[in-house]
């Protein structure tokens, strides 16, 4: 159920745009760092690309920064990734990332990972 859930990736050509979304239940109560999106490129690592923290702030990776806004929308259990100016070193399969607080068995409560399946973004020239 916790789960996040990304849409709109898409292919587009060099210089569009394209918004990501993702949607979770557990944004609305997640404390542990806040909502972060990473994406990954054919034959590389994963990389870090984004997060939005519980105070709003908003950080982004140097390879982004001017071209990408993240936002949410909690009403709608949503985080928002607008990418403009797109180039092809864009191209990845991006995925959104939340850390949930849950209680343990015979300690503190513990921040767990949930992954989304992932949302693939194409950038062409």
């Known amino acids: 159920q916790v789960q996040p859930v990304e849409s709109g990736g898409g292919s587009v050509q060099a210089g569009g745009s394209l918004r990501l979304s993702c949607t979770s239940p557990?944004?609305?109560?997640?404390?542990?760092?806040?909502v972060h999106w990473y994406r990954q490129a054919a034959g590389k690592p994963r990389e870090w690309v984004s997060a939005?923290?519980?105070?709003?702030?908003?950080e982004y990776t140097d390879a982004v920064k001017g071209r990408f806004i993240i936002s949410k929308d909690a009403a709608k259990d949503t985080v928002y990734l607008q990418m403009n100016s797109l180039i092809s070193e864009d191209t990845a399969m991006y995925f959104c990332?939340?850390?949930?607080?849950?209680?343990?068995?015979?300690?503190?409560?513990?921040?767990?990972?949930?992954w989304g399946q992932g949302t693939q973004v194409t950038v062409s020239s």
């Open positions: 990332k939340i850390s949930i607080p849950e209680p343990t068995r015979w300690g503190p409560p513990q921040c767990n990972d949930y």
């Open positions: 557990g944004i609305r109560r997640n404390t542990c760092g806040g």
């Open positions: 939005i923290r519980t105070d709003a702030s908003a």
